[in-house]
């Protein structure tokens, strides 16, 4: 049966009882030689189409890559696709999943934007090569879901985030819940800019979470705090323009975070957080920085 959380006291309780989560220690990334500007599917593209600095944009990915590395995880990478120019964004396609076994499972993307859907079976192939097992949901009973943009892990706890509004549908999180018997806990997305939950939201470890507040709906914001001790706030032109709540804390430690957003490294800081800016400017042109470039996976 699913548990779908959307009230503060059964947030507070589900906590005390969740189990825990390894934290992943890969990451998959697609390169971004076919990475572009080619449509408008989301406000940051406007104004965009064919400036992107393909050189450019191979170098910012290939810092970020090296930074995973460098913090120690496996990084594996996949060619990006002719024709798929936003496939580099590597969050979106799926759903991976690891159970108390140990088994491993991904849960496939049903894309919002016909321009991305045929991604995601490239997405399917790589997991069936690595072991994976591959569960999907019914497109003719839900629109849409994008994966890891809108559906974060609490760190380290058997907990799912849910994000909807914009891109997936709230009853993907149903199907989620049942299938794997995990709580989701579930925030609307309210502003146009922030169409996915990790441009607005980003765990930092399990007390921890930077955000955006203009986001969510009051009584999203009322779950964050209940679940949250330390609530990072980042300032309108952090979050809109530098996305910095697409930053990425994949140890509980270190924060990789686009370059520029002062006010919240220096948050970041005050509660003992390494954070290590890299540059995305070329893939800000797409509405996307370093959570979307990556998919952590166990």
Sequence with gaps: MAD???SKETLVQTLKQAGTMPAPREVLMAT???FSVDYVINPHMEGNIGTVDKSKARWQWEVIRDKFRNL???VHEMEGESGFPDMVFTANQSLPYI???GHKHAVMSIMHADQRKEEVPYFEQWYRRHGYEVHYLDSEKIPDFEGMGDAI???KKKILWGGYGYRSSRRAYEIISDTFQVPVV???LIHPAFYHLDTCFCTLNEESVLIYPPAFTRDGLELIHSAFSTVIEAPEMEALELFACNACCPDGKNVIIQKGCNEVNKALKQH???FHEVDTGEFLKSGGSVFCMKLMLW
Excluded: M, N, V, Y
Aim: hydrophobic share 45%; no cysteine.
């Design 99 to 101: 159970d108390p076994k």
């Design 153 to 155: 892990w609490h760190f």
């Design 186 to 188: 579930l925030l609307e």
């Design 32 to 34: 971004p030689k076919h």
């Design 272 to 274: 003992g957080f390494a």
């Design 72 to 74: 120690g995880f496996r």
């Design 4 to 6: 779908i959380i959307t």
